[in-house]
């Protein structure tokens, strides 16, 4: 068929205006949608970078680079008590956020609902406790809480002594050596929370103080932390990249990652399979009587997702609460001695270092509130979604679909909520009569290091326990000394993936004169 040249020319003239039009329209979407996002949108009035606010970059890079907690801090050290972030994202350092973001409500179905692109179902697909939406969570919840009581706390506490003892041995080992050398304490935190965490959780410890060495479960489990925020930056800057992510990640990994979930699912179904362990107190056998009593059960599925996520939410934020508070008494001599003082005069033998003996001493709990202030276990904000009809937050009216949270770390460290933020003064957490000092500001409705309302943490009176058996233990029986090559690990240059990204802490260990594990 022959065409005119004309025709030709004038068809190709008209689908080049189309291609331009179109281009020209797109260009003035996105100028509309910028106009939009920094002066009419109602978060417009809100002060914060407006880098953040028309690209995600800077948000996807400090994630990608575990530096998005100090990325925040400084944010709010510029514009104040509340940064937007995002288009449509809030952090707040104001204490009352806490009570009118995380607090109650009156039910799961008016509480914040937590925001859902920053939490991610277990491998099996199905949620845990910390990812399950508001209603199926309240379940979860009540079906775990027996295992956490006082009474169950009690029966676990020789649990806890046994794992406590065998960590003394095991450094009285290294510091009795012919050429003792530094030991890496964080190393030694974590391998004790993590066996009392697989005693308690899964029926048999993971046997890291035994053999000093961590267990693959938990090698496999900090290098998922560091790709889920690779996954999690890729999905900040494109949204629809989320479902393709699976098929992203190298089939060796993804292979990893299986086994260590179906290690999970075998402790979990052998568990179950020996039902309620008369003697024992621990979770399983406590979920089990409860649902003798109550006739409700979880889904299997949900099931091995609650208690894949159990052992790093209470082993590794128990180790870092540890690892960070002994990081600091040894930059602040002053108060090691006078931590000493009290631990060394306060028990006579190792023996009388309990639960009930340690939350009778003041310093302790004012040294470890302190270590918790500065080196905050879970430092990262876990953003919430107003509900449906906004709420009031911090005095001022929030549309709903709004993401709103806590920067744990920016909010500990602001010189708005506590007076010289970076230094580690225990006593602030004392009164006069007990040898405190009054500074100014001074916010404890701040300091939420288990986070607050419906969904703070379960954990929290076991985590006391833990770190006052093993920092009083430690005190007790050794005199220390920082090691680390010079200039010397900060706890503020460590990077965080979902858990911070510890480095060595290297302390020589001398047993006191005498003193035998
Ligand atoms: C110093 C020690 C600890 C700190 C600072 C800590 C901190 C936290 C924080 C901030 C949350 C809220 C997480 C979120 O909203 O996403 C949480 C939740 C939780 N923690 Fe802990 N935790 C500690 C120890 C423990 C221990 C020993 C356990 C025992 C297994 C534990 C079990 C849990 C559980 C089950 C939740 C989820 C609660 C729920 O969603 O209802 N934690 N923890």
Same mark, same amino acid.
């Given at each position: 068929?022959?065409?005119?040249?004309?025709?030709? +020319?004038?068809?190709?003239?008209?689908?080049?205006?189309?291609?331009?039009?179109?281009?020209?329209?797109?260009?003035?979407?996105?100028?509309? &949608?910028?106009?939009?996002?920094?002066?009419?949108?109602? /978060?417009?009035?809100?002060?914060?970078?407006?880098?953040?606010?028309?690209?995600?970059?800077?948000?996807?890079?400090?994630?990608?680079?575990?530096?998005?907690?100090?990325?925040?801090?400084?944010?709010?050290?510029?514009?104040?008590?509340?940064?937007?972030?995002?288009?449509?994202?809030?952090?707040?350092?104001?204490? !009352?956020?806490? @009570?009118?973001?995380?607090?109650?409500?009156?039910?799961?179905?008016?509480?914040?609902?937590?925001?859902?692109?920053?939490?991610?179902?277990?491998?099996?697909?199905?949620?845990?406790? /910390?990812?399950?939406?508001?209603?199926?969570?309240?379940?979860?919840?009540? %079906?775990?809480?027996?295992?956490?009581?006082?009474?169950?706390?009690?029966?676990?506490?020789?649990?806890?002594?046994?794992?406590?003892?065998?960590?003394?041995?095991?450094?009285?080992?290294?510091?009795?050596?012919?050429?003792?050398?530094?030991?890496?304490?964080?190393?030694?935190?974590?391998?004790?929370?993590?066996?009392?965490?697989?005693?308690?959780?899964?029926?048999? &410890?993971?046997?890291? %103080?035994?053999?000093? +060495?961590?267990?693959?479960?938990?090698?496999?489990?900090?290098?998922?932390?560091?790709?889920?925020?690779?996954?999690?930056?890729?999905?900040?800057?494109?949204?629809?990249?989320?479902?393709? %992510?699976?098929?992203?990640?190298?089939? @060796?990994?993804?292979?990893?990652?299986?086994?260590?979930?179906?290690?999970?699912?075998?402790?979990?179904?052998?568990?179950?399979?020996?039902?309620?362990?008369? *003697?024992?107190?621990?979770?399983?056998?406590?979920?089990?009587?409860?649902?003798? @009593?109550?006739?409700?059960?979880?889904?299997?599925?949900?099931?091995?997702?609650?208690?894949?996520?159990?052992?790093?939410?209470?082993?590794?934020?128990?180790?870092?609460? =540890?690892?960070?508070?002994?990081?600091?008494?040894?930059?602040?001599?002053?108060? =090691?001695?006078? %931590?000493?003082?009290?631990?060394?005069?306060?028990?006579?033998?190792?023996?009388?270092?309990?639960?009930?003996?340690?939350?009778?001493?003041?310093?302790?709990?004012?040294?470890?509130?302190?270590?918790?202030? =500065?080196?905050?276990?879970?430092?990262?904000?876990?953003?919430?979604?107003?509900?449906? *009809?906004?709420?009031?937050?911090?005095?001022?009216?929030?549309?709903?679909?709004?993401?709103? *949270?806590?920067?744990?770390?920016?909010?500990?460290?602001?010189?708005?909520?506590?007076?010289?933020?970076?230094?580690?003064?225990?006593?602030?957490?004392?009164?006069?009569?007990?040898?405190?000092?009054?500074?100014?500001?001074?916010?404890?409705?701040?300091?939420?290091?288990? &986070?607050?309302?419906?969904?703070?943490?379960?954990?929290?009176?076991?985590?006391?326990?833990?770190?006052?058996?093993?920092?009083?233990?430690?005190?007790?029986?050794?005199?220390?000394?920082?090691?680390?090559?010079?200039?010397?690990?900060?706890?503020?240059? !460590? @990077?965080?993936?979902?858990?911070?990204?510890?480095?060595?802490?290297?302390?020589?260990?001398?047993?006191?004169?005498?003193?035998?594990?």
């Amino acid at each position: 068929m022959y065409l005119n040249p004309w025709v030709l +020319e004038a068809g190709v003239a008209f689908r080049s205006a189309q291609l331009s039009i179109r281009n020209i329209l797109l260009v003035l979407r996105y100028v509309v &949608s910028i106009i939009h996002v920094l002066y009419f949108h109602p /978060l417009a009035h809100y002060p914060g970078p407006k880098s953040w606010l028309l690209t995600r970059l800077p948000f996807a890079r400090g994630l990608r680079h575990g530096t998005l907690i100090h990325r925040l801090r400084a944010l709010h050290d510029t514009y104040g008590p509340v940064v937007r972030y995002g288009a449509n994202e809030l952090s707040f350092t104001d204490p !009352q956020a806490w @009570k009118d973001i995380y607090g109650f409500h009156g039910g799961p179905d008016r509480n914040f609902e937590r925001d859902p692109r920053f939490y991610q179902a277990a491998p099996n697909g199905a949620p845990s406790i /910390l990812s399950a939406a508001n209603d199926a969570h309240v379940s979860v919840r009540r %079906l775990l809480a027996p295992a956490f009581s006082d009474s169950a706390l009690k029966a676990q506490e020789h649990i806890l002594h046994d794992y406590v003892a065998l960590l003394m041995a095991k450094l009285h080992a290294l510091a009795a050596a012919s050429d003792p050398q530094p030991v890496n304490l964080a190393n030694y935190f974590q391998f004790t929370t993590f066996d009392i965490a697989g005693d308690l959780m899964y029926g048999q &410890s993971f046997g890291c %103080l035994d053999r000093e +060495e961590y267990h693959v479960w938990l090698k496999v489990m900090t290098a998922f932390f560091k790709r889920l925020i690779i996954g999690a930056s890729l999905v900040a800057l494109a949204p629809w990249i989320r479902r393709w %992510l699976p098929y992203l990640v190298p089939k @060796k990994y993804q292979e990893q990652t299986r086994q260590r979930f179906a290690f999970t699912v075998e402790r979990v179904g052998q568990q179950l399979a020996q039902g309620e362990t008369p *003697g024992r107190s621990d979770f399983m056998t406590h979920m089990v009587r409860t649902v003798g @009593k109550t006739g409700f059960a979880l889904q299997r599925p949900e099931l091995d997702a609650t208690f894949d996520v159990l052992a790093s939410a209470g082993a590794e934020t128990t180790a870092t609460a =540890l690892t960070g508070t002994v990081e600091y008494l040894l930059r602040n001599p002053a108060a =090691l001695r006078r %931590l000493q003082g009290e631990i060394r005069a306060g028990f006579k033998s190792p023996a009388a270092i309990t639960v009930a003996s340690t939350a009778s001493l003041p310093y302790l709990a004012a040294v470890l509130n302190e270590g918790m202030r =500065l080196c905050p276990p879970a430092p990262s904000m876990r953003p919430r979604v107003v509900p449906e *009809g906004g709420a009031v937050v911090c005095g001022k009216w929030l549309p709903a679909g709004t993401s709103v *949270g806590i920067p744990l770390w920016s909010t500990f460290r602001s010189a708005a909520n506590f007076a010289q933020p970076d230094a580690f003064i225990p006593e602030r957490w004392l009164e006069a009569s007990q040898g405190g000092v009054e500074l100014q500001p001074h916010e404890p409705r701040a300091f939420m290091p288990f &986070s607050f309302g419906p969904r703070d943490c379960l954990g929290r009176a076991l985590g006391w326990a833990e770190m006052r058996l093993i920092l009083a233990s430690l005190v007790w029986h050794f005199d220390m000394e920082d090691c680390s090559p010079p200039p010397g690990k900060t706890w503020e240059a !460590q @990077k965080v993936f979902v858990m911070w990204g510890l480095e060595p802490m290297m302390v020589q260990l001398r047993a006191r004169h005498g003193v035998k594990s």
